[in-house]
């Protein structure tokens, strides 16, 4: 019994653990202490160190922003307030004339019938019709222009019987948009 009445020593891992408490809390105490205010700047501090989480809200205010510092980036959508607009600048140079002269020909209806601009124009688009519902236009598309790299000039369409099987060429008109150039 007498035994348990007697104090027992601590054991070495115990020793080496608070010694390290007192190290511990010892070092934190000496910074608190030793470190004169407003002593630890940003050549004591690393790249990265302090985080948005370890800014207390409401420190950073605009007295605490370089004027000029911050870009239009920086802020949401919205927050910023549009100025007043500027005076009127000088009219920009004129662009190039667009189409002029814009006309739709149309073709008699026949079998395979053709579209033609008048002269001095160029063929821009085109297309068909048909009047019975039963066909359908199968073909659609400029002709080739007389002079090899010339702009084309006409338009041509074909049509035929719905079917099935499909029938024989039917009859259609022919449209096309013509504009000088």
Known sequence: MLSKLR??????????????????????????????????????????????????????????????????????SGQLPAGPPGPPGAPGARGPAGATNVTVETSVEGLNPVATCPPGRVATGGGGSVTDPTWYIYASRPVPPAVPGGPPTQWSVQAADTGPPAGPPQPATAYVVCAAP
């Open 7 to 76: 104090p027992r020593r601590p054991s070495p891992s115990m020793v080496v653990a608070f010694i390290a408490l007192l190290v511990a809390l010892g070092g934190t105490g000496y910074a608190a202490q030793q470190l004169k205010s407003n002593s630890v700047g940003s050549k004591q501090l690393k790249n990265n160190a302090v985080t948005t989480k370890k800014i207390k809200n409401g420190a950073v205010n605009s007295s605490k922003v370089k004027n000029g510092s911050l870009l239009s980036a920086d802020f949401k």
